[in-house]
């Protein structure tokens, strides 16, 4: 059984209190972190999807430049065997120039119905990324809020968790060092709280109970105990 005068305890466990607030300052700018990241993943997916749908359209649109100098080169060829018609000696020449045009004529009257199909697609891919743009704007817009929004948590803190380190030392200043010195220990140890007090015989620290002999020693005898289940530092806390 370690004496310890009640006071020390009562630092400790106020040491212990800002270092678990502590802890939950940092797990808060641990979320920040990931909360900036999956806006940024966000952001990328909808920039992507514009691109991807605007080379789409590029695509589509040369398509259609394609099918309208095919449409010209069609027109020329059959201005060219007008030009012929004019010359040829035989009505079997005759023939085969006229055969020529129709084909021609009949290719582009094809060629023209899918410039219609798309023209189409254009439109409706033109309106798609139209539509993306004004999406990502808007979550260009909201992104920058919210981190903005993100970036005064974080200020904060790291203010408050500037604070707390301040505090830490200032506290640790006034404990016994032995008595910091199994603190730290135990802390390394148990990663969260270390000292936990003892209510009717139970360990608030795992909720067990800790021998009956241990529990008169803490109540008789003002000191630390370490809990036989969890290993906690453990002291007595009068009833209110
Ligand atoms: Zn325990």
Not at 153 to 172: C, P, Q, T
Not at 224 to 235: A, F, G, L, S
Request: aromatic content about 2%; hydrophobic content about 35%; glycine content about 4%.
């Amino acid at each position: 059984m370690r004496k310890i005068p009640k006071e020390q305890i009562d630092i400790l466990v106020d040491l212990q209190a800002i270092e678990v607030e502590g802890i939950r300052v940092k797990s808060v700018l641990k979320g920040i972190e990931g909360k900036t990241k999956a806006l940024d993943k966000q952001l990328k997916r909808a920039e992507n999807a514009v691109i991807k749908e605007s080379e789409e359209l590029e695509a589509l649109k040369k398509a259609y430049r394609d099918s309208e100098s095919d449409v010209k080169d069609n027109v020329a060829l059959i201005e060219r065997n007008r030009d012929k018609m004019k010359a040829v000696k035989t009505n079997k020449e005759y023939q085969a120039l006229l055969k020529g045009i129709d084909e021609m004529k009949e290719r582009n009257s094809e060629i023209e119905e899918r410039m219609l199909e798309q023209l189409e697609a254009i439109d409706a891919k033109e309106s798609q990324v139209e539509k993306l743009r004004e999406e990502l704007e808007t979550l260009k817009a909201n992104v920058e809020a919210e981190k903005k929004g993100i970036l005064k948590e974080e200020a904060d803190g790291r203010k408050i968790l500037s604070e707390i380190d301040g505090k830490v030392n200032k506290v640790a200043e006034a404990i016994d060092p032995r008595l910091m010195n199994l603190y730290s220990r135990v802390r390394a140890r148990i990663k969260d709280v270390a000292i936990a007090p003892v209510r009717d015989c139970v360990c608030t620290g795992c909720n067990m109970n800790i021998p009956p002999q241990m529990f008169n020693e803490l109540q008789q005898v003002e000191g630390v105990e370490i809990c036989p289940h969890c290993q906690r530092m453990i002291y007595w806390e009068k009833p209110e």
